[in-house]
């Protein structure tokens, strides 16, 4: 099980300088190597010695997949999206949010049922593209993960403040002579995360468990707020403003405003993406997990936009609280006072069923690139008693409570928002990639040029959207810029026929669906700051050098490694029998 890279590239200064000297050679015959699903699911799996439990089915992907989603949040992002760029009209904000969703759940579902084994992104990017391509994916997901858990964990204090009745501010320490966002100590948060790392280690199917109770709690929580605003709301609301020199009528900023909105709501649904990882962990994969991602999407989007609906109607869309915009539209309410501390309380039931579900991916993910061998095998590990990844996820829960201690909330979010449309964008092109080429037999350019110029058309596209002035000059070449994605996706679609069709399951109206979802993951990355994206590419920049300078290195040593079967770096075969139980190609 051990790898050869102690004793190898990384045995001593003078083994890591020759290693390093072949840098060059290694990294062209490794950054581009592709693995097969034969291999994750036999060999590599097999690195981790037992065998994770198969114990969810669909009702527990279905739990796992709300519970990841509705967390803190909708209790967030609403206020902002309809105070700032929507208006009423956030419902259908929430609405086309959801449909991007679920057109990424759905590439996600094809990749796990042909592939049911726990790296989610990471492994489908593995298959398609290559090493280079999954580690930078792979190792972006830790990253927003780690850092997405430990905000939500501190924003559990103030939810949980708010419900009992104490400021958050009470709950923290500050330390001073910290640089601000980083002086105030968090050790509620801190409890929190390895709490719920020790239920993680202990079993998935208690995990399930938990999350199917918190997550039940929270949806009684939301039904409460979906049931006060239609019965005690004004319908007016939707379309007469608190200030009349504000816009006004259902749409006060236009369809711009809600397709901002829209860009802003959408990481209310990222956690869809973690019930993949579970796959491995699943019972009936070809039944279950269709199921289960599709359906925590669509039921999901529902309850948004019931919630959605039901604030606007309890108060004008500019006189609703950006921060907190549910518990604000109740205060000063007189005999409604006690509905904030109930809100708050069910946040907090959000916010324990989003981190069980992110802390079960993260461990996945790292487990699954700890058996690739471009990280330690450490992590690959399977505690035979648990039947979980046991020291990737005592790691990352470490990892997550030393940030969420003294890290402020606003700092973390700013680091996770487009690595998550980057790891979603990349999943969408390799599901086509994969249709339509298949290794040794298929020739690849027609299909990655076709996959380069549509990329490139809505790039252009969400640049016009950003930045050209409003009018019609505007929409003209917004319109012409669609139209023409719209001629090389059909082109696409007559001149190139599929390379393999999956037998069991796969997404439909190929490939239309992967396309819109390609399209809007761009306009949506468009949304995002100049600073966030600087952010982004300083993070790419040193996983890069990571690789670099160790991962291509450890994946050397683990191609090399006498107990593997076969090298990494040739193109493995998959046997007949087992490629037709997979594929119809």
Same mark, same amino acid.
């Given at each position: ?78 206020? &902002?999206? &309809? ?7 956030? !419902? ?47 190792a972006n997901l830790i990253a927003e993960y780690v850092m997405s858990n430990a905000a939500v964990a501190r924003s559990f204090t103030c939810y949980f ?26 050790? +509620?948060?801190?409890?929190? !995360? ?22 039940? +709690? ?197 680091? !996770?928002?487009?690595? &998550? ?25 027609? &299909? ?138």
């Open positions: 099980m051990e790898s050869s890279s102690d004793s190898s590239s990384f045995s001593s200064p003078r083994a890591y300088l020759r290693a390093l000297a072949q840098t060059p050679a290694r990294l062209a015959r490794r950054a581009g190597s592709v693995s097969t699903s034969y291999e994750e699911m036999s060999r590599v799996r097999s690195r981790s010695g037992p065998s994770m439990a198969k114990t969810l089915r669909w009702f527990d992907l279905v739990g796992l997949g709300v519970g990841g989603m509705v967390g803190a949040g909708v209790f967030v992002t609403t206020g &902002t999206a &309809t105070h700032r760029d929507a208006g009423p009209a956030v !419902v259908l904000s929430y609405f086309i949010a959801g449909v991007c969703a679920l057109l990424s759940a759905l590439c996600y579902t094809e990749f796990a049922v042909d592939m049911p084994v726990a790296g989610g992104a990471f492994s489908y990017l593995r298959v398609t593209f290559g090493e280079f391509a999954a580690f930078l994916t792979g403040g708010t419900a009992i009745g104490v400021s958050c501010t009470k709950w923290r320490l500050t330390v001073p002579g910290f640089p601000k966002g980083f002086n105030e100590i968090d050790l +509620l948060a801190v409890a929190l !995360v390895l709490i719920l790392t020790l239920i993680i280690c202990y079993g998935t199917r208690e995990s399930s468990i938990v999350n199917m109770t918190l997550t039940a +709690l929270h949806i009684l929580f939301i039904v409460f707020v979906i049931v006060m605003g239609f019965s005690k709301g004004n319908w007016k609301n939707f379309t007469e403003p608190g200030d009349p020199s504000h816009p006004g009528g259902f749409f006060p900023y236009g369809a711009t405003g809600v397709f901002n909105g829209a860009a802003t709501v959408y990481f209310s649904y990222i956690g869809y993406d973690a019930v993949s990882t579970m796959a491995e962990e699943v019972k009936k994969p070809v039944k279950d997990i269709p199921i289960g991602v599709s359906g925590s999407v669509i039921l999901v989007t529902v309850l948004y936009c019931l919630m959605a609906a039901s604030m606007s109607m309890l108060l004008p869309y500019d006189m609703i609280d950006k921060d907190v915009p549910f518990a604000g539209v109740f205060r000063g309410s007189g005999s409604w006072e006690w509905v904030p501390k109930a809100i708050g309380a069910g946040a907090s039931f959000g916010i324990l069923t989003s981190l069980i579900v992110a802390m079960l991916g993260q461990a996945r993910y790292m487990c699954v690139i700890g058996r690739s061998g471009i990280a330690p095998t450490w992590f690959a590990r399977v505690h035979p008693r648990t039947s979980t990844p046991v020291n990737a996820s005592a790691f990352l829960g470490i990892l997550t409570a030393a940030i969420a201690l003294f890290t402020d909330l606003n700092v973390l979010l700013d680091l !996770v928002s487009i690595g &998550t449309l980057f790891v979603f964008y990349m999943v969408a092109n390799a599901v086509i990639y994969r249709r339509y080429v298949a290794a040794g037999t298929t020739n690849p350019r027609p &299909t990655l040029s076709f996959l380069s110029a549509f990329s490139l058309t809505a790039v252009i596209f969400a640049l016009l959207w950003q930045l050209a002035p409003t009018g019609k000059p505007k929409y003209f070449m917004l319109a012409a810029c669609a139209l023409v994605a719209l001629g090389v996706l059909q082109v696409f679609h007559f001149t190139v026929p599929q390379a393999r069709k999956p037998e069991f399951w796969g997404v439909p109206l190929m490939p239309w669906i992967p396309c819109v979802s390609i399209f809007l993951n761009i306009f949506l990355l468009g949304t995002r700051s100049g600073p966030a994206f600087a952010r982004f590419g300083i993070f790419s920049g040193a996983v890069v050098l990571i690789y670099v300078f160790y991962g291509v290195h450890a994946s050397v040593d683990a191609e090399g490694d006498p107990s593997t079967d076969q090298k990494y770096g040739e193109l493995a075969r998959e046997p007949e029998g087992v490629q037709n139980l997979s594929l119809k190609v």
